[in-house]
């Protein structure tokens, strides 16, 4: 997953993945500013004999990637041979899974890395490593699906979604393709904007606005299915429920055309911050914007004409 995490909170919530997987009394947080690093930063006592380490790069390329994790390996294996009585004395037993815990990973060459680096530590003979069964894994956030949804739906971690915001000519080029789509927004912007003489000017400007939250959404969604499925799943569930009765509400107000539309905004970004908070504030707003331009362009949340 992409993430903006520093060091500190990714090694804070890989420690919350790693207490929900072992369960709290089988894991075991190593402090390390006090006399060294030994090359963990955590162990399981639930018999799978793992230590974690976790990492974050600044680099942004998939080779930068690659040579800071590459780097991070070995540097960090080369520390269970120079403490090799300490981890056996700290951890109880000897090691059969090394596991570097990274916001992303996309070179095939550091699982290679990785695989050859845990052979030659296993040909070591050291009493801290099982040298029948010893592995180097390189994980991300993904592997701990289960433990990441309950953080999730606990509202102790957010999604980690980037996507590029929509360009100006993405906009123009949906408003080609969608011209049938673009009348029926047209429309309903031009009821919105009536009770207000003046108004009449910022359409195109609100239009292409409401267009670069709904392709923005879009693109949101599109990841939160993929790398977030639960979370994805409870976010549609809320957008429909929302959406069920929207026609009613449309046709039976007694508010006017923009007070309604940011009265429905409005109680569907708060929908989402209290039912998915797994969503950041910021991502929920968005899609609360997103989801009232998809409203305007299909059907649910329309205008009555104003009283002449």
Request: charged content about 25%; proline content about 5%.
């Amino acid at each position: 997953m992409a993430t903006e995490m520093t060091p500190d909170e990714w090694e804070g919530y890989c420690h919350s993945l790693c207490r929900l997987r072992h369960g709290e009394a089988n894991y075991q947080q190593v402090p390390d500013r006090d006399r060294g690093d030994l090359g963990i930063e955590g162990f399981a006592l639930d018999g799978s004999c793992a230590v974690y380490q976790f990492y974050v790069t600044d680099a942004l390329d998939t080779a930068g990637r690659f040579l800071a994790q590459q780097r991070k390996i070995t540097r960090d294996l080369g520390k269970l041979k120079k403490n090799d009585q300490a981890l056996l004395a700290t951890v109880g037993f000897r090691i059969k899974r090394w596991i570097l815990v990274v916001p992303s990973y996309d070179s095939k060459r550091i699982v290679d890395h990785a695989t050859t680096k845990a052979q030659e530590v296993a040909n070591l003979g050291l009493s801290c490593v099982d040298p029948e069964d010893f592995r180097v894994l390189v994980q991300d956030d993904s592997a701990f699906a289960i433990e990441r949804e309950k953080l999730l739906s606990a509202g102790v971690t957010s999604a980690a979604i980037q996507t590029p915001e929509p360009t100006g000519e993405e906009v123009a080029d949906w408003t080609i393709q969608n011209a049938t789509e673009i009348l029926t927004l047209d429309e309903k912007l031009k009821r919105m904007a009536g009770l207000h003489a003046n108004s009449g000017g910022d359409q195109p400007a609100l239009r292409n606005e409401l267009l670069s939250f709904h392709l923005a959404g879009e693109n949101y969604a599109q990841v939160l299915e993929t790398d977030y499925p639960e979370l994805y799943e409870r976010f549609t569930q809320i957008k429909s429920r929302e959406e069920h009765d929207l026609p009613a509400r449309s046709l039976t107000t007694p508010m006017a055309p923009r007070e309604h539309f940011a009265k429905v905004r409005e109680q569907y970004e708060t929908r989402l911050a209290s039912d998915a908070p797994g969503l950041a504030p910021d991502d929920a707003r968005m899609l609360s914007w997103a989801g009232v331009a998809d409203w305007l362009i299909r059907c649910p949340l329309d205008f009555q004409e104003p009283n002449p």
